[in-house]
């Protein structure tokens, strides 16, 4: 074993140390050495363990100061060695309850926050380490345990400091999980003091005073069910069982994981294609594919076929899309902004009024000026203007919509491309759009200029009288009938019936 774990009074962890083992009996190139390797100091390698501890001693003081700060910055240690199991190991710090020094007022709430966030990993094995000399129901380790795991199935308990129980008391029912059961229960364990550990006392000096203990007590040497569950070793062996039944229990879903994620990656490799660098033919070949299948695409989704590669979205059913939006907004809101201008939307009588009289002049004259007429006709015919306009930038902004849904899943591999692709396509509409407002207002100036009299839907000043004279003669005629049938129906009124 080695010592390399800073040691000392009060709260000596005061960052979260990952500890990363790694196995290297496999690899035959490496030499039987052990050392570490710190994620701060990359490529430097620690054979001496005595100074690992050391930095990580200057590491936690680098952050938290000399006065006992906390921070929730970890340290990641690396340790190869062909003598241990390949796993991750987290030393967390212990729950404190008064702060001292420069640690804050909510000191624990930290500590907790710190320690819960590793220990919510479903996939971790919790270790809570308990002293035996104490009551176990006021353990910190284990409330914590308990609300990340609570059914138990990760989390071993870990009695320490049992050799400073008092005389004649023993910790036997908790480890035969009669006190707060655990499914992976409990193991002792008797650690070098700091007396030892000033004394320099090795872990394989420990590991032996540790095995003399358990073997010497009057109660823990007695029971085989006991000693079977007591020391360091026995800590070993059941986190390695553990460790086993954990992979086992996690390995199929692991593996289905890996085998989705493999093909999700193949996929998209497929669709980035072959590589074409270095022939320079290939390159044209493959430039003019995907300006192809870009036009392809935007000619399929206006036509409402979706893209043909597939790589997108089906067909929503909530929103239309593609040419189907573009004829929406020609059929629907450009029909519905025409059908709304009205003949006399915005003009009133008094202007009306006012328009004949300023086309008159000073002598009034029998009959509506024409100029009057021409006037009120073009203001209102210059109201189409505006909804012919507005369904420009419509079609514009859709069509802008289907340029980015068109673009080739290829493109991804050539960013630079599928930015000058984007931007040559939308300075081609964007150049349209002026031209295309020009031609709607054209339109509407064509129109004001001539105002066409002869239309057979117009009705002119001649088919105006005509109409009314032909009015009043279907009302006259009208009266003359009502008026020839009015003797005949007083006549055949009924006579007031006599009193008598």
Known sequence: GRSFLPRGNGIVTRRPLILQLYNTSADESVSSEEWGEFLHLPNHRFTDFRAIRNEIMAETDRLTGMRKGIDATPIHLKIYSPKVLALTVVDLPGIAKVPVGDQPENIEQQIQAMCAEFISNPNAIILAVTAAN??????????LAQAADPTG????????KLDLMDPG????????????????????????????VKSDVSIRDGLKKEDHFFRNHPVYSRDKNLISKCGTPRLAKTLNTILMHH??????????????MMADVQSELDALGTNTIGNRSARGASLLGLLSKFTTNFASILDGKGRPDGKTLALPVNELMGGARISYIFT????????????????????????IANANGTRPALFVPEVSFDILVRRQVARLEEPGVNCVDLIYEELQRIATQSEPSEL???????????EVVMN????CVGPTQMMVTNVVKIELAYVNTSHPDFIGGSAAVAGLMQKTAKEEKLAEHMGGDQPETVGTAPTPMSPT
Do not use: W
């Not at 104490?134 to 409330?143: F, I, R, W």
């Not at 199935?153 to 320490?160: A, M, N, W």
């Not at 036997?172 to 409990?186: F, K, M, S, T, W």
């Open 153 to 160: 199935s990760r989390t071993v308990g870990v009695l320490t």
């Open 247 to 260: 992979i086992r229990d996690c390995l199929p879903d692991l593996k289905h994981r890996i085998g989705r």
């Open 332 to 355: 629907e809101v450009f029909g519905s902004s025409l059908n709304g201008v009205g003949a006399f939307d915005g003009l009133t009588d008094e202007e009306i009024r006012t328009t």
């Open 169 to 196: 008391t023993d910790c036997a029912d908790i480890l035969n999980n009669q006190v707060i059961p655990l499914r992976q229960g409990y193991v002792a364990v008797v650690n070098r003091g700091q007396k030892d």
């Open 428 to 431: 081609l509409l964007r150049r």
């Open 134 to 143: 104490q009551d176990l129901a006021n353990s910190d380790a284990l409330k």
């Open 412 to 422: 991804t591999r050539f960013p630079i491309l599928r930015e000058r692709m984007s």
